[in-house]
């Protein structure tokens, strides 16, 4: 978890999006636009409340589809050294 305090430094978090490639999966480019983007988590900021959202396009094209999804994964914590992601 986070020092009581909360962190000692600012965090920034890379997110890149990516397809799952499986039937009735979201496609970029046609279903949401492929992105890299990042949130920083600033120093000072705690576990309990201090949150970072990161917006995605979703391409709206007007033909009726089931529920999809794609991949959001976290491609690069900097610092390395300062961050733990996991359980």
Do not use: K, R, W
């Amino acid at each position: 978890g986070l020092p009581a305090g909360g962190l000692g430094c600012d965090i920034i978090v890379e997110l890149q999006t990516a397809d799952v490639g499986g039937t009735n999966d979201a496609t970029s480019g046609s279903d949401y636009t492929l992105s890299v983007t990042s949130v920083t988590f600033l120093s000072g900021m705690t576990i309990n409340g201090d949150t970072q959202c990161a917006e995605i396009q979703i391409v709206d094209d007007d033909i009726y589809e089931e529920d999809e999804v794609f991949l959001v994964s976290i491609s690069t914590v900097t610092p390395s050294s300062a961050a733990m992601i996991g359980t």
